[in-house]
């Protein structure tokens, strides 16, 4: 898989999915895609004050969730499940409004707990890169056949689609009045 299919693949196609595996080529190039679109956005903030941080932050949350469907899904290659992401992900948030509120109040011991939660966030982070590192599981899991290109992932919708309406087709004959195998 290449940069431009991996990102095309995680904007596109697979924007909200969690569901199916993505190989290490699919996490790590659109986590490159983030981190450059997300620097090129934080570098031209600076330059427009009010607007330019706005634009940094609805990038940012634009861009998270195709982030962390990938990261769901490159669990699901490792045959873990998808929860994993999830913690860092809560702490991330909780450590950021925490902080925000622990600097607005000035108190030290919030200010503490805010600086402890990002330490272990940071931890956690370690943790996940490193699974996400790892080669997936050969051959089928439980959550399906690995994909390494977008043919593979069109391959595997078709698939599904297939499967839909076999059980669309089984259901209408079973509940139509005009059954005549009853």
């Not at 595996?21 to 903030?45: D, I, P």
């Not at 919708?157 to 076999?166: D, G, S």
């Amino acid at each position: 898989m290449h940069f431009k299919e991996a990102v095309t693949l995680c904007l596109k196609r697979r924007f909200y999915t969690i569901h199916g595996r993505a190989c290490r080529a699919e996490f790590w190039y659109f986590a490159l895609f983030f981190v450059v679109v997300q620097s090129a956005v934080f570098a031209l903030s600076r330059f427009i004050p009010i607007v330019g941080d706005l634009l940094f932050a609805l990038s940012f949350i634009i861009l998270l969730c195709p982030l962390v469907c990938v990261a769901m899904r490159r669990l699901h290659d490792l045959n873990l499940p998808a929860a994993i992401v999830v913690v860092p992900l809560l702490l991330f948030v909780l450590t950021l409004v925490g902080g925000d509120v622990a600097l607005r109040a000035g108190d030290q011991q919030l200010q503490e707990m805010a600086l402890y939660a990002g330490v272990i966030l940071g931890l956690l982070l370690i943790i996940c890169l490193a699974l996400f590192l790892k080669a997936g599981s050969a051959g089928e899991n439980r959550y399906g056949l690995p994909i390494h290109s977008c043919a593979d992932f069109l391959h595997e919708e078709a698939a599904l689609l297939k499967q839909r309406q076999a059980k669309a087709q089984e259901l209408l004959q079973k509940k139509s009045p005009f059954n005549l195998r009853r």
